[in-house]
């Protein structure tokens, strides 16, 4: 880029990139398209990768491989669950971001990439960030891999879009395909972690990695971003596996703000006998994204001594607190059947709450017509079934630590 689309960069970093693309004519000597690109790569990089939105050099590729590169806060999570090492390949390196994090638990690192634009953006952010240990190559994931020697890990965050730009899911639909290299993989290192859609079902999953060792779930800020899979060579069964479920903050401030972790198995699961309230008690505990996307709807109630309102109504009450639990606390106010005549009379001149529908035939918008509820304010509202069958809104105010 030339001076002056550099300059041009640095006066609009903050202005609408669409409203700027409507005013090329106005800029002969600016490279517009790259300008632009710069402009909303670091604008998407201020709340995604804080740490590299303060490196003012730094490059930034087009949308797509940022939209799908992790964020900061997932990245320095896998950096933690790496197992210790020496020796790193990232064989699907895409922006960089978890192989620049990844880079910072062992000696060598190899970025692999296929795109020999991604490889240039790379090489030039990687010093900007002290990463000057990295080595990036440009050549195709499968190719390196057949022919690159035996490393510690391996990492993999294989493409989730199918040749028409569409989402897929799952694993044999991603690109590499993971289940078919694994035992390639392991052929050429002690542990493999691999990144997966969190949309994908968690049983299909362990179904085709048969060397899965630890399973990890990771929401930010109550979303679910990423489900992890550590692969090695001492696998155990299904059934047997840890799953780890975390949910990160998007910024540690207030002790409520830090990291909710909870670890299971699926047969603590199956063998864990949940007990039922017949009505809702003091407090209302709902399980944190990860764990809902993990299944652990008997485990969590038995660990924590508390009851569930139905079998498949997840959120779950008793009359003690707890402080600790991983997901949002309620202390309840109140409930009523599910109409405006009954609403009124609990919340009277309210007429906002903070809507959540859990196992009830209506949706959040159609709830909200129905009872003439605003959105926001200070009370929160559950739609649910109780085991018997009976549909009640459950009104509390959340418990902030």
Known sequence: MNSTTLRFIREHLTDDVHTLALQVRRYPDVDMPAALTQIAGRQAAAQKLPLWHACEDLRYPPHLPLEQCSSEATARYKARILPKADSLVDLTGGFGVDCAFLSECVKRTVYVERNEELCRTAAHNFPLLGCRHIKVVNSDAIVYLEQMPPVDCIYLDPARRNGQGSKVIAVADCEPDVARLQPLLLQKARHVLIKLSPMLDLTQALSVMTQTEQVHIVAVGNECKELLLLLGHSPMPTEEVPIHCVNLPHTSVTASDLPQSFTFTRRQESNDVCRYAATPRTYLYEPNAALLKAGAFRSIACRYDLEKLAVNTHLYTSDRLITDFPGRCFHITGSCAANKKELKALLG?????????????????????????????????????????????????????
């Open 349 to 401: 001149e309210i007429d906002q709450a903070n809507l959540t529908v859990r196992n009830f035939p209506a949706s959040v918008a159609e709830l909200r017509r129905k009872l003439r509820l605003a959105e926001g304010g200070y009370i929160y509202l559950f739609a649910t079934t109780l085991r018997d069958g009976q549909k009640i809104l459950i009104a509390g105010e959340k418990f902030v630590n």
